[in-house]
């Protein structure tokens, strides 16, 4: 089974509209946590917003928060306001266990390419 | 800019021959993580080193290696390469920020290094 799901391949979106990206997450450990990439045209991965299985709150940094159901396994990213700037590949991923200064390499979904329409 | 730095940012080889990618983490990061991101693959996690120790494995095929120097830099060895070894190899560290009961973790990529095997 996949660790990490993205349904959506490809979405449009208007500019100054909010955008939601889905991912779902399939882990039986009780410790993970949950992270989101953005990769513009020129490759690089930007780190965009963190959660933890144990975060009482969902995650926000800037624009940029994360719609957190534990239950549902769901950790959807929401960008408020697009921007052009915003058009880009999005990668949901994940770490299991306990984060222990040496164990935490990332599952990552295969992404949503996000497009900004003026 | 993530801090954690790659070289060469383009790499054009032929079949058959070994390269070298180097990767250095950000000041004070310990660990080392290498992913491959290719087209039929997407992401995927090939290797970790923790100070020097490998510390996991993934995806990593047997004709390709990895080392962490004593300075913490690694290098990635990638040898008898074929066609389907083009792809964006990235390395990464991991940084935690602390508040309160908080924890946020990080994972930082470096700008990754493009293959291109003909």
């Known amino acids: 089974a996949q660790k990490i799901t993205q349904t959506q391949p490809g979405m449009f979106v208007q500019e100054k509209e909010a955008v939601t990206l889905d991912c779902t997450y399939d882990?039986?450990?009780?410790?993970?946590?949950l992270f989101w990439y953005k990769q513009p045209s020129s490759g690089e991965m930007i780190f965009l917003i963190y959660?933890?299985?144990?975060?009482?709150q969902n995650a926000t940094e800037g624009r940029y928060s994360l719609n957190f159901q534990k239950a549902r396994k769901s950790a959807n990213l929401v960008i408020s306001a697009s921007q052009l700037g915003d058009s880009a590949m999005y990668f949901c991923a994940m770490r299991e266990g306990i984060s222990n200064f040496g164990n935490e390499k990332l599952t990552f979904g295969t992404g949503t390419r996000l497009t900004i329409i003026p | 800019d993530s801090g954690v730095t790659q070289t060469p940012k383009h790499l054009i080889t032929a079949t058959g021959q070994r390269v070298t990618l180097r990767c250095s983490p950000r000041?004070?990061?310990?660990?080392v993580y290498w992913y491959q991101q290719s087209l039929d693959q997407g992401l995927q996690f090939l290797i970790q080193?923790?100070?020097?120790?490998e510390r996991a494995k993934g995806n990593i095929l047997e004709r390709f290696s990895a080392q962490q120097f004593p300075d913490l830099h690694s290098e990635l060895n990638l040898s008898s390469l074929e066609l389907g070894d083009s792809a964006l190899y990235f390395c990464?560290?991991?940084?935690?920020?602390?508040w309160g009961t908080g924890v946020q973790e990080t994972q930082y990529f470096g700008p990754g290094t493009r293959l291109l095997v003909l």
């Open positions: 990464a560290s991991s940084a935690y920020l602390t």
């Open positions: 080193y923790y100070n020097g120790e």
């Open positions: 000041s004070g990061d310990l660990s």
């Open positions: 959660q933890g299985s144990y975060d009482q």
């Open positions: 882990t039986s450990d009780p410790s993970y946590g």
